[in-house]
């Protein structure tokens, strides 16, 4: 018997990477998601860390805060999301979705949740 990773059979579980630099707000989207099913398979605090996180983890989504200390989140949506790479990636700021104009969708993120409205159900709806 092997040490390795366990993989859940249950094919209906989306894997999430939480992307944000506040461990208070990356605490509280941990709950909410784990409360409606989701399975967070890692946290981040910055775009470097993020990116390496993406390529290591492979989560279905990842969750990623705007204002990052290093880098922004539409730089680090926008390599996750470059070369074909299926990576699902779904904003989240403090901040109106309206005040980025059209930089969510240039960024090749699926979507912007505000983090005061965020929900498995805002999620799942930009998944579809």
């Known amino acids: 018997m092997g040490t390795g990773r366990v993989v859940c059979d249950d094919s209906n579980v989306t894997t999430v990477l939480i992307v944000d630099d506040h461990p208070t707000f990356r605490a509280t989207a ?27 983890l492979d989560p279905d989504v990842v969750l990623l805060d705007v204002q990052l200390p290093d880098l922004s989140g539409f730089q680090v949506a926008s390599r996750l999301t470059s070369n074909g790479s299926a990576r699902r990636v779904v904003l989240v700021s403090s901040r109106d ?9 240039e960024s090749g993120a699926l979507g912007f949740v505000p ?10 709806a930009l998944l579809e």
């Open 115 to 124: 983090k005061a409205e965020l929900s498995g159900a805002r999620i799942t």
């Open 97 to 105: 979705g309206a005040d980025y104009g059209s930089l969510v969708e």
């Open 30 to 56: 941990r709950a909410v998601l784990e409360a409606e099913g989701f399975e967070v398979v890692g946290e981040a605090n910055n775009g470097e860390s993020a990116i390496a996180a993406a390529v290591e």
